[in-house]
């Protein structure tokens, strides 16, 4: 009989976790399993902050899917899925399809822009390797730039629309690297402006308490951050945006971090998704389709009060682990394990060494909850790569020398 075929689309937080989980469970012979991903490397998205404003340098940010699975029992796939036949049992990638018998979803988000005009052409946001190189490089650029044609005020203008959390950890680590670049480009930094520009009336992420909001948004204050609340961004124009209000903020760097939506292809396959989301069951499995199980940004859990659960990394990994240990109950024919969403807290970075945040209940701030990042960042290498991949990323890491420098290749 053959083995049953298990494709996991997708190698970030999800696909990934449920890759290690299953070669780590599985025996050999009990199924046959493709990873696909359309890069040879894993990012770790919780990073991708500090890249993109350029205090820390993007290697440190991706791990080679090579070094994290065991090639022996885990066929890894670098190909991009351009379709999802879930009737057929088929997914179809750049150069050739593949059958399942079981499928995994755990292809991500995408930028949300609610239609916002202009947003998607002239805007960046922070989503890859990729987009952050470009953000990181483009900053740079307006710098050099600036002392061309110094009458282009906008040239320094660094607009991010959305103080969510990833709005506020981008922020936080631009206004951190300011100096830096002022000293290196010759900018008087008090030139340089940094306006986080949201549309409900308070900045971080929701959820957080009212004090620690404060907090936050004091100590942003503090390294120049200057806040517009209750104020959305109406259009994004080649110059800058305008906001709700009929004004126009002229800026040489739009960066949009105003939301997340699931994968396209979900929606294309013909799932019924909710903002590109599918609503999972209770053991992760689309209702359409139980074959198929849909892990991370793609899936909707419900909690038991009835509100989705925010989508974030820490439930990505702990879907994986049930993912994983789902499908070795189904091919050993036991009944699926339901999955229950272990909250453990939130961190939000406010740049070198703060942060706010809840740990369960209880409130951090400050350095503690900062520290308290580092070892939820250590925590996750962990699970993936053991101590050598803390020590490669955290503690040695790649071509730069502090956090505020980045060295060229
Ligand atoms: P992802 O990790 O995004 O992985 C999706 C994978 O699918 C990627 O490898 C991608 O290359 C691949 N892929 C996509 N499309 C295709 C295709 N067509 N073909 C082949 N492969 C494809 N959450 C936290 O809990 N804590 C944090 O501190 C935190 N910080 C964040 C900071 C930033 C800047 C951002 C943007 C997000 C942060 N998040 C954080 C959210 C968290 O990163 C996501 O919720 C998490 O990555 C979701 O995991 P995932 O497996 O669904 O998708
Ligand atoms: P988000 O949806 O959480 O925040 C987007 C923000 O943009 C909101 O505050 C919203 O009010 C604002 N916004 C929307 N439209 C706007 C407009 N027209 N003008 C101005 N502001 C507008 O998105 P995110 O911050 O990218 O986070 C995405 C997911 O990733 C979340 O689930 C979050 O939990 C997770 N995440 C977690 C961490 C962490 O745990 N440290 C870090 C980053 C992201």
Redesign the pocket.
């Known amino acids: 009989m053959s083995k049953p075929k298990v494709v996991i689309l997708g190698a970030g937080y999800g696909g990934l976790v449920t890759a290690i989980r299953l070669q780590k469970q599985m025996k050999a012979s009990e199924m046959d399993v493709t990873l696909v991903n359309k890069h040879d490397y894993h990012y770790i998205t ?1 990073h991708l902050h500090m890249p993109a404003a350029g205090t820390d340098h993007h290697d440190n940010a991706r791990v080679a899917i090579a070094d994290l699975i065991d090639e022996r029992k885990i066929h890894f796939v670098k190909s991009t899925v351009s379709q999802i036949l879930p009737e057929e049992k088929k997914v179809v990638l750049g150069d050739r399809d593949l059958s399942y018998d079981y499928l995994v979803i755990g292809l991500g988000s995408e930028t949300e822009t ?1 239609g ?1 005009p202009g947003m998607n052409e002239y805007a960046m946001s922070i989503k890859s390797i990729n987009s952050v190189r470009f953000i990181r490089q483009h900053i740079e650029y307006m710098f050099a730039k600036s002392k061309m044609e110094p009458k282009r005020k906008e040239y320094l203008t660094f607009v991010v ?7 506020t ?1 981008f922020v936080g680590e631009l206004a951190d690297r300011i100096p830096v670049l002022s000293r290196t480009y010759d900018v008087d930094p008090s030139t340089v402006k940094i306006i986080n ?4 009336p308070s900045a971080l ?2 959820g957080l308490p009212e004090d620690l909001v404060e907090y936050g948004m004091e100590v942003m204050r503090r390294k120049g951050v200057e806040y517009k609340l209750s ?3 109406k259009e994004c124009t080649p110059d800058g945006v305008i906001l709700g209000n009929g004004e126009f903020i002229r800026a040489g760097t739009v960066v949009w ?4 939506r699931g994968n396209s292809l979900l929606e294309q396959a013909g799932f019924d998704v909710q903002r590109g989301r599918v609503k999972v069951d209770e053991c992760l499995r689309s209702y359409q389709y139980p074959d198929v199980f849909i892990t991370g940004d793609c899936s909707i859990v419900m909690s038991p009060e009835g509100t989705p659960y ?3 990394a820490q439930i990505a990994v702990q879907q994986g682990y049930n993912v994983a240990r789902n499908l070795l109950y189904a091919v050993r024919g036991r009944d699926l394990k339901p999955f229950a969403y272990d909250f453990k807290g ?4 406010l740049g070198r060494g703060e942060a706010v945040g809840l740990l369960k209940v209880k409130k951090v701030k400050g350095k503690f909850a900062a520290l308290l990042k580092k070892v939820i960042d250590a925590r996750y290498l962990y699970l993936i790569g053991g101590i050598p991949l803390i020590w490669k990323k955290m503690i040695f890491k790649q071509k730069t020398t502090a956090r505020n420098y980045h060295v060229p290749n």
């Open positions: 919780t609610f916002i629309g959305g103080a969510g959390f990833t709005g950890e520009i949201e549309a409900s992420p929701p104020t959305p961004i971090s105003g939301g997340i925010p989508a974030n939130t961190v939000a970075s």
